[in-house]
């Protein structure tokens, strides 16, 4: 292939998430920028698609309709063969049937689908069979994680079309913090006299977060020096609101919705927790760690290959509040474990989960020269 070939990724929308998170930093990683890049948004462009376009990317918003969209199928079809497509590559259901089914039209040579997360578990009998229709239409679908690797293989999906390419993150744009990350420097950046947790999450019902409040609010009542930060924004975070002032730890909880540079805001945590009841491997937990934080998160899909229980973070079960109550103290009593499981952290993020490998196994993928 040509160092200009056209790579057309499709998604819902640039709306802030992790797999958008992902994309954008896989648009301007050294690799891509050899690449002609079109991003195909089949809802609206979102928050993110500013960023996506500063590296270098073209995006395009194709205004699907609501239900089934035979015209949303001519549409990228056209779209494709007018721009000369080399490569599509898809994220999430409907951008993987949608665009899947148009690319295999077109003949486009290399189709690949990048499954974000193990979801598929939960997936309904319309998902499921949308899923096993779409998946036919790839040359090869990533997973990124082990776990989500397995659940392909469950939905039938052969070894020859599977690969694991795991999560990663720019890992230089977190690790300047980490130095911050002794308790003399945070007490400068703030006041030292408050403890703060933090979770950076959207606000869906996958995330927990309902976990984490339960399991914070006796420590809340305990403890007046603790205060919880909640990064993110999303449909539940009136509920979670109001679920705050419930609990009556509304003064010690605060909600600072989607925040763009969030590695400043991560320098001013002492803790971070991700209590998710399902994920691929999340970008959050990754950037938290990179940053030198030491995390609890619940060992749900592929987190158990990003902490190592004890050394790296702490694992606690899913839905469990007590459980992640008591992991939490016992982090918040103990300041030598949280330096050490933190320095860690930024050892486990730089040697498997750094952005410049991830993005070389897409090139590959790709199968560009």
């Not at 160092?3 to 050294?30: I, K, N, Y």
Request: hydrophobic residues 45%.
């Amino acid at each position: 292939m040509s160092q200009r070939e056209t790579v057309t990724h499709v998604v819902l929308s640039l709306a802030p998430g992790g797999l958008e998170r992902l994309l954008c930093a896989l648009l301007a990683s050294s690799p891509m920028q050899r690449l002609r890049l079109l991003v195909c948004c089949l809802d609206e462009r979102g928050g993110l698609a500013g960023e996506a376009e500063r590296a270098g990317a073209q995006v395009l918003v194709m205004g699907r309709k609501r239900g089934v969209s035979l015209g949303l199928v001519l549409k990228l079809l056209a779209f494709f063969r007018r721009e000369k497509v080399d490569v599509v590559h898809t994220h999430s259901l409907d951008p993987m049937l949608y665009g899947g089914l148009a690319a295999w039209l077109a003949q486009v040579p290399v189709r690949i689908h990048t499954q974000h997360n193990t979801l598929l578990r939960n997936f309904g009998l319309k998902d499921r069979i949308k899923f096993r229709i779409a998946a036919r239409l790839f040359n090869r679908i990533v997973a990124v994680s082990d776990e989500t690797n397995r659940v392909l293989q469950m939905y039938g999906v052969p070894a020859s079309r599977r690969i694991t390419i795991l999560n990663s993150i720019d890992e230089g744009r977190y690790a300047p913090t980490a130095s911050h990350f002794s308790r003399q420097t945070r007490s400068e950046r703030r006041d030292r006299t408050v403890v703060r947790i933090g979770v950076v999450a959207r606000l869906a019902p996958e995330k927990g977060i309902p976990v984490l409040l339960e399991a914070f609010a006796p420590l809340a009542h305990e403890r007046p020096d603790l205060q919880l930060v909640i990064v993110g924004d999303g449909r539940e975070r009136g509920e979670l609101e109001r679920l705050a002032q419930r609990l009556h730890i509304e003064h010690a909880v605060e909600f600072l919705g989607y925040q763009d540079a969030v590695e400043s805001i991560l320098v001013t945590f002492d803790l971070f927790v991700l209590p998710s009841l399902t994920e691929g491997i999340p970008l959050a937990l990754l950037e938290a760690m990179g940053a030198g934080l030491p995390a609890v998160a619940t060992a749900v899909g592929g987190v158990p290959e990003v902490i190592e229980n004890g050394v790296s973070g702490v694992l606690v079960p899913p839905n469990d509040p007590l459980a992640l109550r008591t992991a939490i103290s016992s982090l918040l009593e103990h300041p030598d474990d949280r330096a050490r499981i933190g320095a860690n952290a930024v050892r486990r993020v730089q040697e498997k989960f750094g952005l410049a490998a991830a993005a070389a196994a897409y090139w590959d993928v790709y199968g560009l020269e």
